[in-house]
T-cell receptor, first 115, second 115 residues
Framework: DQQVKQNSPSLSVQEGRISILNCDYT??????FLWYKKYPAEGPTFLIS?????DKNEDGRFTVFLNKSAKHLSLHIVPSQPGDSAVYFC??????????????FGTGTLLAVQP | EPEVTQTPSHQVTQMGQEVILRCVPI?????FYWYRQILGQKVEFLVS????????KSEIFDDQFSVERPDGSNFTLKIRSTKLEDSAMYFC?????????????FGPGTRLTVL
């Protein structure tokens, strides 16, 4: 089941530069997307989300862009800081109605921000 | 800031034994979830729970698994007879729904090791 894909397993950027993490999805039923950050031995921490009715959402240093026609979203972090080093997961929620709204996760991208 | 808590942080058990993983969701949340992450793999949905019943479960969530909300605060995952392949990080999540745009908040996880 590869409905949500993060094709870059790792990314290395210099402190102060922009980090761009990418995510692709295949299911047109997805209507809400989230990015989570995860440190080893901890749970995923919510970062930012975007509804499918929008194409951009910004929160401080984090911006998520959604291109519905391409079924692609990206997370921009600017400026990148060493504390941003972690695994970033893209997740999608399907609009199936009902009481579930389970999340489908990508495989994650390990971001390393070099001082 | 309210957070999801999980106990224990690490559980070691023998194959065939029963384990109970415990979670305390955020207090005003209405929807509860269990996910797991096998080492090196993606985070996978197990089950969702709403209004004191399972709303959806994945193929992984077979008859060996059960969930319960025994009181107003705890949410538990029971594995009746553990197998080696149940070794994973188990994450509890919760959310509070007021229309679209919900976010699931995750606990720190329980590392289950089956020997």
């Amino acid at each position: 089941d590869q409905q949500v894909k993060q094709n870059s397993p790792s990314l290395s950027v210099q402190e102060g530069r922009i980090s761009i993490l990418n995510c692709d999805y295949t299911n047109s039923m997805f209507d809400y997307f989230l990015w989570y950050k995860k440190y080893p031995a901890e749970g995923p921490t919510f970062l930012i989300s975007i509804s499918s009715i929008k194409d951009k959402n910004e929160d401080g240093r984090f911006t998520v862009f959604l291109n519905k026609s391409a079924k692609h979203l990206s997370l921009h972090i600017v400026p990148s800081q060493p504390g941003d080093s972690a695994v970033y997961f893209c997740a999608a929620r399907g609009n199936y109605g009902g009481a579930t709204n389970k999340l489908i996760f990508g495989t994650g991208t390990l971001l390393a921000v070099q001082p | 800031e309210p957070e999801v808590t999980q106990t224990p942080s690490h559980q070691v058990t023998q194959m065939g034994q029963e384990v109970i993983l415990r979670c305390v969701p955020i207090s005003n949340h209405l929807y509860f979830y269990w996910y797991r992450q096998i080492l090196g793999q993606k985070v996978e949905f197990l089950v969702s729970f709403y209004n004191n019943e399972i709303s959806e479960k994945s193929e992984i969530f077979d008859d060996q698994f059960s969930v319960e909300r025994p009181d107003g605060s705890n949410f538990t995952l029971k594995i009746r007879s553990t197998k080696l392949e149940d070794s994973a990080m188990y994450f509890c999540a919760s959310r509070w729904d007021r229309g679209t745009g919900d976010t699931q908040y995750f606990g720190p996880g329980t590392r289950l090791t089956v020997l």
